[in-house]
């Protein structure tokens, strides 16, 4: 049972690796029970290159927010397809995946920022 009612689908497809030009190849899309509350936010996006000091991040605007039970596997180069009531189809990739945790350590919420 969930922390929140996850009411709406999406529709997942992993990138099941890449070609010879670095593009993700598109693995076989699967159906996942989520939350998503749409509206902008401000987070933190991790860049691919790592310069002298570490890893890089910009800020880039969030237009909405998904909710998954527990840690679903989702990757950085993931698509998700969501349908809303009036039939508008959206397609989204992460910007940052966030997994809350329960004081016990295991996974409660996942929190994808598209």
């Known amino acids: 049972m969930s922390l929140i009612p996850l009411k709406q689908t999406v529709t997942i497809t992993p ?3 890449t070609d010879e030009w670095d593009r993700p190849i598109a693995g076989t899309p699967y159906t996942l029970r989520c939350r998503v ?3 902008t936010k401000l987070v933190r996006s991790m860049s691919a290159g ?5 890893a890089q991040s910009q800020e880039v605007v969030s237009v909405a927010q998904i909710y998954f039970d527990k840690s679903p596997n989702i990757g950085m180069n993931d698509t998700i397809t969501f349908t809303d009531e009036n039939g508008n189809v959206r397609t989204y990739t992460p910007i940052s995946i966030e997994i809350k ?3 016990n350590g295991k996974a409660l ?3 994808v920022n598209v």
């Open 37 to 39: 509350q749409e509206g």
């Open 50 to 54: 790592s310069g002298v000091h570490g």
């Open 15 to 17: 990138a099941s690796g």
């Open 101 to 103: 945790r329960g004081l």
């Open 109 to 111: 919420l996942t929190v």
